[in-house]
Nanobody, 115 residues
Framework: QVQLVESGGGLVQPGGSLRLSCAAS????????MGWYRQAPGKQRELVAS???????TYADSVKGRFTISRDNAKNTVYLQMNSLKPEDTAVYYC?????????WGQGTQVTVSS
């Protein structure tokens, strides 16, 4: 059984920063791509950023220059550093990872950007 556990969400003012973490645990043989998605109320889930096992990254246009994805392979953990946050970044953020050649999702963590 594999589990992804996110942490780091919360309430922040516009212009502020948050760092999300997602740790994978369980019987893990392989982790390929890892990524972060988000889903705002009434909207579809969208890809925010992804990172390959080799460190190549992709970002949604809406977060380029503000968010940074990274990973620590020794800790089976992926991070999302979010700077210059905007109210439109408000959403539930989900971690996703290709673990043992199968996709896994975390439970989600709420990020609210509001004054």
């Amino acid at each position: 059984q594999v589990q992804l556990v996110e942490s780091g969400g919360g309430l922040v003012q516009p212009g502020g920063s948050l760092r999300l973490s997602c740790a994978a645990s369980g019987r893990i043989f392989s982790i390929k791509a890892m990524g972060w998605y988000r889903q705002a109320p009434g909207k579809q889930r969208e890809l925010v950023a992804s990172i390959s096992s080799g460190g190549s990254t992709t970002y949604a246009d809406s977060v380029k220059g503000r968010f940074t994805i990274s990973r620590d392979n020794a800790k089976n953990t992926v991070y999302l550093q979010m700077n210059s946050l905007k109210p439109e970044d408000t959403a539930v953020y989900y971690c996703n990872a290709a673990i043992n050649y199968s996709g896994s999702w975390g439970q989600g963590t709420q990020v609210t950007v509001s004054s």
